[in-house]
């Protein structure tokens, strides 16, 4: 069992920054791919970044590549989002969610390849 917890969330403005932090409980951190996932109001979930857990692959939605940036230390158990440049259509409750994959270099992206999810936290960007 892994149990994620999400924080860094809040309101800023359209070109600001954000970093938001996932803390993972449970012994098989260092082989669970891990991703972050976002849901807007009326929306679906959908993919945003996900690293595998040699970190050496990364994956991203292309309306985030060259701003956002996942990174993660296995030794903290720990993965974080940062955002910069951020944009009105970022905002969403944004999701960690992680699965423990045997393949060290493998990141996945969709939703129902993960197992564990964190209850989310609120990004709200304002024009």
């Known amino acids: 069992q892994v149990r994620l917890v999400e924080s860094g969330g809040g309101l800023v403005q359209a070109g600001d920054s954000l970093r938001l932090s996932c803390a993972a409980s449970?012994?098989?951190?260092?082989?669970?791919?891990m991703g972050w996932f976002r849901q807007a109001p009326g929306k679906q979930r959908e993919f945003v970044a996900s690293?595998?857990?040699?970190?050496?692959?990364?994956y991203y939605v292309d309306s985030v590549k060259g701003r956002f940036t996942i990174s993660r230390n296995n030794a903290k158990s720990t993965v974080d989002l940062q955002m910069n440049r951020l944009k009105p259509e970022d905002t969403a409750v944004y999701y960690c969610?992680?699965?423990?994959?045997?393949?060290?270099?493998?990141?996945?992206?969709?939703?129902?390849?993960?197992?564990?999810w964190g209850r989310g936290t609120q990004v709200t960007v304002s024009s």
């Open positions: 690293i595998s857990w040699s970190g050496a692959s990364t």
């Open positions: 969610a992680a699965t423990v994959s045997g393949a060290a270099n493998t990141a996945l992206t969709h939703r129902e390849e993960y197992s564990f």
């Open positions: 449970g012994r098989t951190f260092s082989r669970s791919v």
